[in-house]
T-cell receptor
Framework: NAGVTQTPKFQVLKTGQSMTLQCAQD?????MYWYRQDPGMGLRLIYY???????DKGEVPNGYNVSRLNKREFSLRLESAAPSQTSVYFC?????????????FGPGTRLTVL | DQQVKQNSPSLSVQEGRISILNCDYT??????FLWYKKYPAEGPTFLIS?????DKNEDGRFTVFLNKSAKHLSLHIVPSQPGDSAVYFC????????????FGKGTKLTVNP
C-alpha cells in the first residue's frame, strides 16, 4: 500500500513550457485534490475532484488544468508555465464517508520555472 | 481574506516542556478542525482533529482545545520531543457541507534538546 504517490519529485521548466504532474492513490479514495505551497503561505487548493469524472476549481485555478483519469489518478497540467508557478505541489486524497475530512497527502513535487 | 489564521510563524521550546500552537478562524460555520504536521521535503500528515461540538480531543501527547465563542483552537504537545520539530498547519472544513480543507499558513515548531 503506497498511499498517495506523485511524479516527478523535482522539475525545472523554462517559461512557456508545458508539463503534467502525476498523482495516484491506491486506497480506493473517492476525492482527490491538488494544492500548492509557497514560502510563508499555507496550502492553497488549485483543483479538486469529488469523484471520478468530476472536477472543480479551488482557490487558485488560473494557469492550470486537471484530469481525473480514473478513480486512482488525478493529473495537474501547466500549459504554459510562468515563474509565478514556481512552488511545491501536493496531491491529496480523501476516503468516502470521512467524518473529519482528513486528507492523505503525497510527498510533493518541487517545481521551478525559470 | 484569510479564514484560518496562525499568527505565530515560529515557536521554540525546550525538550520536555509544553508546546502550544494557536489557530484562529473567522467563519463560525466550520464543522471540523484538523492539525497537520509537515517535515521538510515530505507531505503533510494528519495529526489530530476535533468536531465543532466538542471542546477537547486528546491523543497521547497531543491535545486540541476548541473555544467556539472565541473562534480559537490550540494544539498542546506535552512533553515536547526533538522529533516534534516540524511545521504545523491548522485546517478547517465542513463549511456548507463541503469536504474541502482551508489551511492556515503554518507554525514552525523547534524543540531544542
Amino acid at each position: 500500500n503506497a498511499g498517495v504517490t506523485q511524479t516527478p519529485k523535482f522539475q525545472v521548466l523554462k517559461t512557456g513550457q508545458s508539463m503534467t504532474l502525476q498523482c495516484a492513490q491506491d486506497m480506493n479514495h473517492n476525492s482527490m485534490y491538488w494544492y500548492r505551497q509557497d514560502p510563508g503561505m499555507g496550502l492553497r487548493l488549485i483543483y479538486y475532484s469529488a469523484s471520478e469524472g468530476t472536477t472543480d476549481k479551488g482557490e487558485v485555478p488560473n494557469g492550470y488544468n486537471v484530469s481525473r483519469l480514473n478513480k486512482r489518478e488525478f493529473s495537474l497540467r501547466l500549459e504554459s508555465a510562468a515563474p509565478s508557478q514556481t512552488s511545491v505541489y501536493f496531491c491529496a486524497s480523501l476516503p468516502g464517508g470521512s467524518t473529519y475530512n482528513e486528507q492523505f497527502f503525497g510527498p510533493g513535487t518541487r517545481l521551478t520555472v525559470l | 481574506d484569510q479564514q484560518v489564521k496562525q499568527n505565530s510563524p515560529s515557536l521554540s521550546v525546550q525538550e520536555g516542556r509544553i508546546s502550544i500552537l494557536n489557530c484562529d478562524y473567522t467563519n463560525s460555520m466550520f464543522d471540523y478542525f484538523l492539525w497537520y504536521k509537515k517535515y521538510p521535503a515530505e507531505g503533510p500528515t494528519f495529526l489530530i482533529s476535533i468536531s465543532s461540538i466538542k471542546d477537547k480531543n486528546e491523543d497521547g501527547r497531543f491535545t486540541v482545545f476548541l473555544n467556539k465563542s472565541a473562534k480559537h483552537l490550540s494544539l498542546h504537545i506535552v512533553p515536547s520531543q526533538p522529533g516534534d520539530s516540524a511545521v504545523y498547519f491548522c485546517a478547517a472544513s465542513g463549511l456548507g457541507g463541503s469536504e474541502k480543507l482551508v489551511f492556515g499558513k503554518g507554525t514552525k515548531l523547534t524543540v531544542n534538546p
